[in-house]
Nanobody, 115 residues
Framework: QVQFVESGGGLVQAGGSLRLSCVVS????????MGWYRQVPGKERELVAR???????IYKDSVKGRFTISRDNAKNEVYLHMDDLKPEDTAVYFC?????????WGQGTQVTVSS
């Protein structure tokens, strides 16, 4: 069964930076489109960045120019570098496959941006 372990979140002031990491086990991610999602209480989980060979890299409009997604297929890991963080980026961040996501999700990593 595929498992995701996200890390790197924390509390940061507006304008700060964080780098999230996701270690995937139980499935080789090579060939899959992978993405970072985020969720705030009471709202649906949303995709903020995706990376794949056919379609390249795509970002949600609100994070363009601030977030950078990358992957290391040899390590089975996915990363999200976040710059110029804003309070509205506060959420729990998850990684998973894209289109479709796997049914199982990791615990996520909390990102809190103070104003």
């Amino acid at each position: 069964q595929v498992q995701f372990v996200e890390s790197g979140g924390g509390l940061v002031q507006a304008g700060g930076s964080l780098r999230l990491s996701c270690v995937v086990s139980g499935r080789d991610i090579n060939g899959y489109a992978m993405g970072w999602y985020r969720q705030v209480p009471g709202k649906e989980r949303e995709l903020v960045a995706r990376i794949s060979k056919p379609r390249g890299i795509i970002y949600k409009d609100s994070v363009k120019g601030r977030f950078t997604i990358s992957r290391d297929n040899a390590k089975n890991e996915v990363y999200l570098h976040m710059d110029d963080l804003k309070p509205e980026d506060t959420a729990v961040y998850f990684c998973n496959r894209v289109d479709p996501a796997f049914d199982s999700w990791g615990q996520g990593t909390q990102v809190t941006v103070s104003s």
